[in-house]
C-alpha cells in the first residue's frame, strides 16, 4: 500500500520574497494524515490558514497566490512542486509575510530542507486523482489538456523569442517513471529578462529579484556568472511549476499533462475545471498486491540525495 507522507520533523528557513522583496521566515512542520498542505500566516492576528488548493488562488501573475479566511500567501508555487515531488502529503506551513521566500529561484533548497530532516510514512494509503478521459482548455493560442495516464507525465511547449532558449527547442517532456525529480527538474530556476524589469518593478513585481535567485537574460545571452544548470533549464522550470500547480488539486495525480504555452494561470483553470467534471477522474488508492503506476513516489522511496 502507498502510504501517506509528511515529515519527520519541523524544518525551517529565512529568505526575501521574489515579487515583495520582504524578508520572511518559513518554517514546515509535519502534520496528521488527511490534513493536506495548509499555509499558516504566522504574523497575523489569530494565524489565519490558507489550504494550497486550486479554489482559493485568487492571482497567477508571475506566480500563484492562494488567498483564504482573511489573509493571502502568494509565489507557493516551488514549494508546493517540492511537496508533490517527494510525495508529501500532509505538511503545515508557516509564513511570517504574504509570500514564500524564493530561496534560489528553484525547488532545489526545499527538497534538500525537507530531505534534510527526513520523512515519515503515515498510517493512511495514499489517496490518487486518476485521469479517465481527456480534457483540455485553451486561452488564445495557449491550451492545457489532461489524458489517462498509468503514471505521472507532463509535457511543456513553449515558444521563446530569445538566442538562449531557442537553441534548447520549444518542447520538453518529463515521464516520472524513469525520471528524477529531485535530479531533473527540482533545480530548474526561474528566469527573467532584464528588458522587463523596470516595468515589473513598477507594477510592485520582481522588487527582491537577482541574480541569485533567477536565470537573468539580455538580449542575446544569460547573465548569470555560473551559467544553465541544465541545457533546457528554462523548459525543466515550466515544468517543475506546472508540477506545482497541479499539486493544488489537492493530491497526486494519475495522468499525463500537456501545456502548450501555458502558465499559472492556465494551469489553475485547468485544475479547477477537471475537478468540475467528475466524469472525467476518480479516487484512487492502492492495496497491497495491487499494479502501481509509474510515477516518481516509487524511486523516491530510496531517498535520493538532492544534490
Known sequence: MLKQRTLKTSVQTTGVGLHTGAKVVLNIRPAP?????????????????????????????????????????????????????LGVDN????VSGPEVPILDGSSGPFVFLMQSVGLVEQAAPKRYI??????????????????PYHGFRITYE???????????????TVDF???SYVREVARARTFGFTQDVETLRSQGLALGGSLENAIVMDEFRVLNADGLRYADEFLRHKILDAVGDLYLLGHPLIGSFLGHKSGHALNNVAVRTLLAEPETWAWVSFSPGDPLPSSFIEPLLQNQPAF
Open 130 to 147: 486518476q485521469i479517465l478521459k481527456p480534457l483540455e482548455v485553451s486561452q488564445g493560442d495557449k491550451l492545457a489538456r489532461f489524458e
Open 33 to 85: 494524515v488527511n490534513t493536506g498542505i495548509l499555509f499558516v500566516r504566522t504574523d497575523l492576528p489569530g494565524a489565519p490558514v490558507i489550504p494550497a488548493l486550486a479554489a482559493n488562488v485568487t492571482d497567477t501573475r508571475l506566480s500563484t497566490l492562494i488567498e483564504s479566511n482573511g489573509a493571502r500567501v502568494s509565489t507557493i508555487e516551488h514549494l508546493m512542486s517540492a511537496f508533490c515531488g
Open 158 to 172: 513553449g515558444q521563446f523569442n530569445h538566442p538562449a532558449i531557442e537553441k534548447v527547442g520549444s518542447a520538453v
Open 177 to 179: 517513471a524513469d525520471t
Open 91 to 94: 505538511a503545515l506551513v508557516d
